[in-house]
């Protein structure tokens, strides 16, 4: 196969699933799909040999790689994405690229610049400047940060419990939701319940959903939530747009702000409101396909 045609090869290595595709010109080659357990981004040599094990095991015996560009979730830094990408080759001595994930959206989105929107368990936003160095705003995790993504969200959203429960308000639908949610009796024990969490993320991500249901059933505090989440990601293009970056088009991804279209909507409303010449939009393929572009590039 490589006799004819170089093969590039995209890795999308996500917060709990890691896709990789490969191509001989348009020839497509492997697909393949596996839980990210393993990933280590911070261990440069430990990421590069995850990655050369997932290239061995999905690739045809015996076919290498021309070039690999990979997106990796906690790839937080050029300085760590270079670490990786030199601990990389030192597997297979081909052109590579590792960026964060979020550096996939645009490309996958068939686009040579613009921002990479993400907010699914946490949330965050990537670009670069004009001399193509990389920008990222957000990210910084449930506990200080990741307004807009699910875990942010439920932080807020029990803030909010506890402010109508400091001004002596009957539980509404969203508190009510929250408590059954965490298996606690009452609103004061979110707390505990929260702070107990082992991994505040995860755990606080997942119950999400409830907010959006509150929501739906009448709460005027889940309402706000949403719509502050919505003014949140906004606030993270105006960032980046206030440093320079060229914001014209939004590629928006992320498990929460897709699958809940108040949020989406809330996001766009206020995007428009700040930056009425942004143009944002889901991304509707998958971003793996930015790795695949990203690795053709650098071929």
Not at 52 to 61: F, I, K, R, S, W
Not at 152 to 172: F, I, Q, S, T, Y
Not at 228 to 254: F, H, I, K, N
Request: aromatic share 4%.
């Amino acid at each position: 196969m490589q006799d004819t045609a170089p093969l590039v090869v995209g890795i999308d290595v996500g917060g709990t699933k890691t896709q990789l595709r490969s191509f001989a010109d348009d020839t497509l080659v492997a697909d393949h799909v596996r839980p990210s357990s393993g990933w280590r981004p911070h261990d440069p040599v430990a990421a590069a040999r995850w990655l050369a094990a997932l290239v061995e095991e999905a690739l045809p015996t015996g076919v290498r790689p021309s070039a690999l560009a990979v997106g990796g979730h906690a790839c937080e830094t050029p300085r760590q994405c270079a670490q990786i990408r030199d601990a990389l080759q030192s597997f297979f001595p081909v052109p590579a690229l590792v960026v964060g994930d979020a550096e996939l959206l645009v490309p996958a989105a068939g686009l040579d610049k613009g921002v990479g929107l993400v907010a699914g368990t946490g949330s965050v936003a990537v670009a670069r400047l004009a001399d193509g160095s990389p920008v990222q705003v957000g990210g910084w995790g449930a506990v200080l940060g990741d307004e807009g993504g699910a875990a942010g969200l439920v932080r807020e959203a029990a803030r909010a419990a506890w402010a109508a429960h400091d001004r002596g308000e009957e539980p509404d639908e969203l508190a009510l939701a929250l408590v059954s949610a965490f298996s606690v009796a009452e609103v004061p024990a979110l707390g505990a319940a929260l702070e107990s969490a082992t991994d505040v993320s995860a755990e606080w991500g997942r119950h999400a959903p409830v907010v959006f249901a509150a929501a739906e059933a009448g709460s005027a505090l889940a309402r706000t939530v949403i719509a502050d989440g919505g003014r949140s990601l906004a606030a993270l293009v105006e960032r980046l747009s206030a440093r320079g970056v060229a914001v014209d088009d939004v590629v928006v991804a992320g498990s929460t702000v897709l699958a809940q279209p108040a949020l989406y909507d809330a996001f766009v409303v206020a995007l428009a409101a700040s930056i009425p010449g942004a143009r944002p939009q889901p991304l509707r393929v998958a971003p793996v396909l930015g790795a695949v572009a990203l690795a053709r590039a650098i071929l």
